[in-house]
């Protein structure tokens, strides 16, 4: 392979390296295959650029158009993985590593397209949560929303997901509508430059949007200011440093910052040797110190297991250890490749030697192992290192020194509580794992260790095959975790957005709420007019458009009927005198799904047109009942739409169900589907 020249992608132009260059070596060879250096960027001007031009081009979009570029991108970078994959062998990824990283990466682009255009508004103001009412009036109500923030993300990656780490940043950034600054990890910025360039001659994203830096990032820190976002992932110093330089704190930059983790996995005092659960765990810890030679954020540090089964657990695992072929990542018959680079190799085994004062190694000897296929001496090799520790509650280093490599200790617990204390002297993870079939196991789990666990992963015989694993974050749930892991959130799904956002508290008249947000509101003005609703096609209905239907009167006959045809003879609408003892009622009242249908035999508009379905109900409510002799008429009201693609949209409807004197006596949200 010949060297790279890893350019920089600065004010919309590619910048070749320049300043002192770094070469950067293969994992596995030890040869220079890239080289770095960003000294002649303008990082000031690329600042100014993403806020000037990257910026306006977002927030012109709507959270759909966002989303849809997004799925484009992925679609794009999908076909185009080959070349990524083969790039990647360089950095020590096995082609199963190469997925996590880069399917992974491509995975959480679609699933925050498809998340954000059935979970957002297809508009460019995100409201968040419920009307407030502040007023006795009705007249001032508040409401939370979120727009953009107007400044620039600055993305700060590590070096052991070069795509996916870039991708889950940028995923949540972009639609949230922000421009993005990119700055990979350089150990193996080849391959995260590469899937750059496949963004950018994408050409999906507007102008500005994405900017990259091959290299240091200057003086760009020093230039931000309140609007900015600083994401980083990497080590507990430099995530220290970085949150300490004064323009950060004096200007209140958002610093998300997720960081060194001690993750532990439990194994449950259910789980004896024999049970799925024993098995799984085997398994599972062993994928997690061999996937990508333990290199991930969340790997299994520590191996929490109940006294009576400490020898089984390391037989076992030392059996599984020993058939795992470290090698040349390219040889299919390998298992486990090499480390990023050969820095962190002298990292890894000074952890370990440190790990080693507190406890045993039991497995692996790194003066000592078999390289299939490679040069253990150029490649940045080591072997999966287990240990055990004799006294983890006297132990200091096994709970806090975290060697970044294929390196777990097993610690013994003699109950749960002591187990899970043990989880908790990590001072703060990205994830717990704890395997059990019980449920009041994994309650006390949720209620000892929640606190200092970003995430809590139960698996069992139950979950079986579906359960994602352990090491993976997933883009619906949360990734981060509180002190050691960096106290930083990222992906959630929608959570993630938001960090980008900034959250708005607006009071004031219901019209005023309803202009900004595009939606009706209670208490707002509504308008009536010539055709009914149904005959209108998506674009053409407005919120705030009401009908009012005419009366009807409902009967003891009407009920009777009811009962019979469907049924529910409850005795509220059958039995004059026990419906009458009941608080609730006055006698012998509707039913509240004949109010229901009696509202869409009111409300309906019967021809054949725009409407194509009724697909549910929300915030359905009885407020009064209906008696006999009782009249009823109905409101309908548009409260808000959402595209969901060139063919058709929801239309979501405010319906008030009112009796004779204007009451009113049920209230829900109608969801249509309205043809474009
Ligand atoms: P670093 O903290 O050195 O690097 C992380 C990122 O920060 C890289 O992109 C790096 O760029 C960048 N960076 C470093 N210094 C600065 C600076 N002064 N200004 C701006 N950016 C900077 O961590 P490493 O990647 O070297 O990994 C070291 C250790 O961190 C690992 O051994 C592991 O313990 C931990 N780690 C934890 C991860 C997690 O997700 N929890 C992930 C990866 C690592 P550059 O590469 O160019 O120096």
């Not at 994992?27 to 770095?36: D, L, N, P, T, Y």
Request: with cysteine.
């Amino acid at each position: 392979m010949s060297v790279i020249s890893l350019n920089s992608y600065s004010l919309g132009r590619w910048m070749p390296p320049s300043g002192e260059r770094q070469g950067l070596k293969s994992a596995v060879s030890g040869q220079v295959v890239a080289e770095i250096g960003s000294a002649a960027l303008d990082f000031a001007g690329m600042a100014d650029y993403a806020r000037r031009v990257g910026g306006p081009a977002l927030r012109k979009m709507t959270f759909h158009d966002r989303a849809f570029a997004l799925k484009a991108l992925a679609q794009y970078l999908n076909e185009r993985r080959e070349a990524l994959y083969e790039l990647s062998y360089e950095t020590g990824a096995t082609k199963p590593d190469s997925m996590i990283d880069i399917d992974g990466g491509i995975g959480t682009l679609f699933v925050y397209s498809s998340k954000a255009r059935r979970e957002l508004p297809d508009d460019r103001i995100l409201t968040d949560g419920a009307l407030e009412q502040l007023s006795r009036s009705g007249q001032f109500v508040g409401q939370h929303v979120a727009t953009p923030l107007q400044g620039v993300a600055v993305h700060i990656n590590a070096f052991n997901f070069p795509v996916w780490g870039m991708l889950e940043k940028l995923a949540p950034t972009l639609i949230a509508g922000v421009p993005a600054i990119v700055k990979p990890a350089s150990a193996t910025a080849w391959v995260a430059e590469a899937c750059f360039r496949m963004i950018v001659e994408s050409g999906l994203l507007p102008e500005g949007a994405v900017q990259f830096i091959a290299g240091s990032t200057g003086d760009l820190l020093d230039r931000l200011s309140g609007q900015d976002v600083v994401s980083f992932t990497g080590s507990a110093a430099t995530a220290a440093m970085l949150k300490g330089k004064s323009a950060v704190i004096e200007k209140s930059v958002r610093f998300i910052a997720e960081q060194d983790s001690l993750n532990a996995s439990i194994l449950g005092p259910d789980a004896a040797p024999g049970t799925p659960e024993f098995e799984a765990f085997i398994k599972e810890v062993h994928r997690e110190m061999t996937a990508k030679a333990g290199q991930k954020c969340t790997a299994i540090r520590r191996v929490i297991v109940p006294q009576e089964s400490r020898a089984a657990v390391i037989d076992a695992l030392v059996a599984r250890l020993e058939r795992t072929v470290i090698g040349n990542p390219r040889d299919e018959t390998v298992r486990m490749g090499a480390l990023a680079s050969l820095a962190q190799r002298s990292d890894v085994l000074e952890k370990a030697s440190i790990l080693g004062t507190e406890a045993k190694r039991i497995y692996g000897d790194p003066e000592n192992f078999r390289v299939e296929g490679a040069d253990a001496g150029e490649g940045a090799f080591v072997p999966p290192m287990l240990f055990s520790c004799e006294d983890p509650d006297a132990a200091q280093a096994v709970h806090a020194v975290e060697a970044f490599g294929p390196v777990s200790t097993v610690m013994a617990y003699r109950d749960l509580p002591h187990a899970l204390a043990l989880a908790n002297r990590g001072e703060g993870s990205l994830v717990a794992s704890v395997f059990t079939h019980d449920p009041a196991v994994a309650r006390q789990a949720v209620l000892d260790a929640g606190a200092f666990h970003g995430r809590l992963y139960f698996a069992n015989r139950d979950t079986g095959k579906d359960a994602t694993g352990h090491g993976s974050p997933l883009p619906h749930m949360v990734h981060g975790g509180p002190g050691r892991a960096g106290g930083g959130e990222e992906m959630g799904g929608m959570r993630g957005v938001m960090h980008y956002m900034q959250r708005t508290a607006i009071q004031g008249s219901p019209d005023i709420i309803a202009g900004i947000t595009q939606r009706y509101v209670a208490g707002a003005s509504t308008f009536e007019a010539e055709p009914h609703p149904f005959r209108l096609a998506f674009g053409e209905l407005a919120p705030g458009r009401t009908l009012w239907t005419a009366e009807r009167t409902v009967t003891l006959e009407d009920i009777e009927h009811f009962a019979t045809f469907t049924g529910d003879t409850f005795y509220a609408h059958m039995d004059e005198e026990a419906a009458a003892a009941n608080p609730f009622f006055p006698g012998r009242v509707a039913h509240g799904y004949l109010i229901l249908s009696f509202a869409a035999g009111l409300f309906v508009e019967p021809a054949p047109g725009p409407v194509l379905a009724n697909y549910g109900l929300d915030n359905l409510r009885f407020m009064k009942p209906v008696s006999p002799g009782d009249s009823l008429k109905v409101r309908l009201t548009v409260k808000q739409k959402s595209r969901r693609n060139d063919e058709y949209g929801e239309v979501r409807w405010d319906v008030g169900v009112y009796n004779g004197e204007g009451e009113q006596v049920a209230a829900y949200e109608l969801l249509t589907m309205n043809a474009m």
